[in-house]
């Protein structure tokens, strides 16, 4: 009966621990600097994904390399 009691002692202490919905800051959505912020963030990943995809595909493959055998296997001693 004792470890029922503490597991429903715990138990509560859990549901005043969850935020409410009440509690929660952004719940009707971003407003403001916020939404700002998260914009210029997606944004500028955007941006920046674009340019390395870009540079990628023209530098990516280096055209002046200097040719080597393939090695097959590595012998060992």
């Known amino acids: 009966m004792q470890r029922l009691d503490i ?4 138990q509560e202490e859990f549901v005043v ?3 409410s919905l009440e509690n ?3 719940y009707n959505g971003l407003k403001g600097e916020k939404k700002r912020v998260v914009w210029a963030v997606l944004i500028s990943g955007i941006i920046l ?3 390395v995809g870009v540079v990628s595909y023209f530098y990516g493959t280096p055209s002046d ?3 080597t055998e393939k090695v097959g296997k590595i012998p060992l001693r």
């Open 7 to 10: 597991l429903s002692r715990n």
């Open 17 to 19: 621990m969850e935020p």
């Open 24 to 26: 929660i800051g952004d």
């Open 49 to 51: 994904g674009a340019a």
């Open 65 to 67: 390399s200097i040719k």
